[in-house]
Structure formats: structure tokens, C-alpha cells
């Protein structure tokens, strides 16, 4: 047998075994959903509200895990159902309709800067440069906060508010507040835009299922 064909069967069976791998680890399997409720409850202007889940999922980088998340929304933000679309979806989420939030539990020790770059790159990914340029006072003020390390386990919340301000949670601990409702959908597009760093149709399953 020739070294070009030991060469594909090669690249074949690692693919089969990756696929194999990835099947056996989704997050219903690996038991992450446990660590979201389904519904939450938020205080906004003094009034307790329910926030429901749309979907998890688990944002990887080559094999490793970063971390663990769960989309919530207070509505949902469009009809779903036979003839509509997922895209429709997605530009429906990155509206600033409603309350929405994003929790996060980390799967691994991490640097500021390590999160700092990743979330830096996905705005970067999911808009123009001059889109992102205006919005480049906000993306600094909200870097800012984040200035410690995680361990595993440790958790982040961000959550957008109707009128455009993002408030942000490290460890149930406030760490800052911006109100641009261009930061916020820009924000919203790394697990939502057209280039999202997760399995985005997994933080709408839960959509897709009740509709």
C-alpha cells in the first residue's frame, strides 16, 4: 500500500474518531445542564421577573473546554415553528427586545487576558472594523472589569437590560455596567452572529422544542 493511501485511511480514521468523541460529549451527556436551571428570577426596576432558558452549550477551542453556558431570554423573541428560519432567530435575539442574559461556568483555570482576548476576537469576528471602532470605548470599559483570573467552576453572568445597558456578574458580584445598545448586540453576536464561537443552534434548542 502506498504512503498517500496509509495517508488518507490516516485522516479518515481520526476524523471518524473525533466525531465519535464529540457524539458522546454533548452537553446533555456530560450532565452540564445540571449546573443551569431552566427558569430564573432577576430583580429589573423593582419587579421580579422570569427569565427562561432558550439553550446550552459548551464553548471549546481546538479540544479543550472553556466553558459552560446557558442562553436565557424574558420572552421569546419570535414566533418559532414550521417556516421559520434559524437566521430569523438569531437577528430576533441580537434585538434589544426584552431582558436577556448569558451565564457562564468556566471548565478551566484562565487568565484576565486569556478571557479578555477571546471575547475581544469574537466581537471582532461578528462585526466590520467600523463598526467595531465605535464601539471601541465600550469594549475597553467592559475589559476593564475583567481583571482577575477564574478557576474552574467559577461563574460569569452578563445580562442585557431593555434599555440597552449590559450589567455584568463575577461571582455573583456586580463588576460593571455599560449602556450601548451597539456594544450589547455586538456582544450578543459572538454566540449569536453569523460567525459565533459556539454551536449556536444548541442556545435555541430549547425554542425549537416548544414551538
Not at 23 to 42: C, M, Q, R, W
Not at 121 to 142: C, R, T
Request: charged share 20%; net charge neutral; glycine share 4%.
Amino acid at each position: 500500500m502506498s504512503c498517500s493511501k496509509l495517508f488518507i485511511k490516516s485522516i479518515v480514521l481520526a476524523i471518524v474518531l473525533i466525531s465519535v468523541a464529540h457524539a458522546g460529549d454533548s452537553v446533555y451527556e456530560t450532565g452540564v445542564e445540571k449546573l443551569f436551571p431552566h427558569n430564573i428570577v432577576i430583580e429589573y426596576n423593582n419587579e421580579q421577573l422570569d427569565l427562561f432558558m432558550t439553550g446550552l452549550t459548551i464553548r471549546r477551542k481546538y479540544f479543550l473546554k472553556i466553558y459552560s453556558m446557558a442562553h436565557y431570554i424574558q420572552q421569546s423573541p419570535i414566533a418559532t415553528g414550521s417556516g421559520i428560519s434559524y437566521d430569523n432567530i438569531y437577528k430576533n435575539i441580537l434585538q434589544n427586545n426584552g431582558i436577556k442574559q448569558i451565564s457562564m461556568v468556566f471548565m478551566r483555570k484562565l487568565s484576565a487576558e486569556q478571557i479578555q482576548n477571546s471575547l475581544r476576537s469574537g466581537m471582532q469576528l461578528n462585526s466590520s472594523e467600523a463598526d467595531y471602532l465605535k464601539i471601541l470605548p465600550q469594549v475597553e470599559e467592559f475589559m476593564q472589569a475583567i481583571h482577575a483570573d477564574v478557576r474552574k467552576n467559577d461563574k460569569f453572568v452578563i445580562r442585557w437590560h431593555p434599555d440597552g445597558e449590559v450589567i455584568s456578574f463575577f461571582q455573583g458580584t456586580q463588576i460593571s455596567s455599560i449602556k450601548s445598545v451597539k456594544f450589547a448586540e455586538t456582544l450578543w453576536a459572538i454566540w449569536f452572529g453569523d460567525f459565533s464561537v459556539v454551536d449556536r443552534k444548541a442556545l435555541i434548542v430549547e425554542l425549537l422544542t416548544n414551538s
